[in-house]
């Protein structure tokens, strides 16, 4: 079956250091994404990627780091400079259609990452 | 860019009776309105889409409106059950930047 894969479903990070959020998928999509979720708030996009090897910043990239090595593969790196990374991470992915055609995304399961 | 706002931001009803949530966008542009149900520590789920060229699709339980005109797309449950307790948000295709604008979501509370 395709789906898309995140891992760890639970993280705990010390402050201070630089975590990793992993993000597969197998089901060919080109663009891929990251979204914070906070308690009783929407969806805010971190970083997006259409295509491999290239990403663009978000609304809330600051303390982010993404690549795109692979298509398969868009891992999010949360920095140290990030000031309050407690949340709920989504990632999801979805056709890129430059078209007409518009489809919709394909979400993992999350991340939830606490700072203890 | 696009904005979409969803009301109310919270929604309770009696086991049996229907949900409505009602979804409004900015850029007369957009042709893609999809809907997801996130329940409580998963990820968000497809549940039923419309593209601009349909008023009405239904699936079972569910039904999703647009008007155009209005710039408004609703989402529709009818015989409300426990399980669709969730969070639902809409969302309405970017058409400048290929991505899908979401609104804030609907807490909808079945009381059993």
């Known amino acids: 079956d395709g789906g898309i894969t995140q891992s760890p479903k639970y993280l705990f990070r010390k402050e201070g250091q630089n975590v990793t959020l992993s993000c597969e998928q197998n089901?060919?999509?080109?663009?891929m994404y990251w979204y914070r979720q906070d308690p009783g708030q929407g969806l805010r996009l971190i970083y997006y990627?259409?295509?491999?090897?290239?990403?663009q910043k978000g609304d809330i990239a600051e303390g982010y780091s993404v690549s795109r090595e692979k298509k398969e593969s868009f891992p999010l790196t949360v920095t140290s400079a990030q000031k309050n990374p407690t949340a709920f991470y989504l990632c999801?992915?979805?056709?890129?259609?430059?078209?007409?055609?518009?489809?919709?995304?394909?979400f993992g399961s999350g991340t939830r990452l606490t700072v203890v | 860019g696009e904005n979409v706002e969803q009301h109310p931001s919270t929604l309770s009803v009696q086991e049996g009776d229907s949900a409505v949530i009602k979804c409004t966008y900015s850029d007369s542009a957009s042709n893609y309105f999809p809907w997801y149900k996130q329940e409580l520590g998963k990820g968000p789920q497809l549940i039923i889409d419309?593209?601009?060229?349909?008023g009405e699709k239904k699936d079972q339980r569910i039904a999703v409106t647009l008007n155009k005109t209005a710039k408004h797309f609703s989402l529709h449950i009818t015989e409300t059950q426990p399980e669709d307790s969730a969070v639902y948000f809409c969302a309405a295709r970017d058409y400048g930047n290929n991505r899908l604008a979401f609104g804030k979501g609907n807490q909808v509370v079945v009381i059993p």
């Open positions: 089901l060919n999509h080109d663009a």
């Open positions: 990627s259409q295509i491999v090897n290239d990403f």
């Open positions: 999801a992915s979805s056709i890129r259609d430059r078209f007409v055609q518009a489809y919709g995304y394909t």
């Open positions: 419309i593209r601009s060229n349909v």
